[in-house]
């Protein structure tokens, strides 16, 4: 006695379903990508090989005195230390009558990005460039 199966299993599957969640979850992904806004200032990072195409004519570097912990200015590499207050005079002063005014941002591995981020800040209001130096690997 042979017993027979009148309906056949079929082993494919519908794939619509499938499209469909990931269809809706590109759009949602495209939706919120767009939404996402960082404030970030534009820098200019240098590479490790030193190729860079804007030149800074003016340098700012930022040292960290750790024996009474604090900071230290100094314009061009100049000795003489001047205040973080004065720095946004003397940027101004020497960046004035160039066509694109750019600077460069020397810190020590010590310093707290704070004071980084208050000499990007005179940069941004001021609509100079910034270049953060950074030593080749």
Do not use: C, W
């Not at 809706?24 to 190729?51: D, E, G, R, Y």
């Not at 810190?107 to 080749?136: G, Y």
């Amino acid at each position: 006695m042979a017993i027979k199966r009148r309906t056949k299993v079929d082993p494919s599957f519908s794939m619509s379903s499938m499209t469909d969640i990931v269809f809706l979850l590109l759009i949602f992904f495209l939706v919120t990508s767009t939404l996402v806004n960082p404030n970030a200032l534009k820098l200019l990072l240098p590479k490790s090989t030193n190729q860079v195409a804007a030149k800074a004519t003016v340098s700012v570097s930022i040292k960290h005195h750790q024996k009474n912990d604090n900071f230290s200015f100094h314009i061009n590499g100049r000795q003489k230390p001047i205040s973080f207050e004065e720095v946004e005079a003397q940027l101004q002063e020497l960046l004035q009558e160039n066509e694109d005014p750019t600077f460069s941002i020397y810190a020590d591995k010590t310093v707290p990005v704070e004071h980084v981020v208050n000499l990007m800040n005179i940069a941004k209001r001021n609509k100079f460039k910034v270049i953060l130096a950074t030593s080749p690997e």
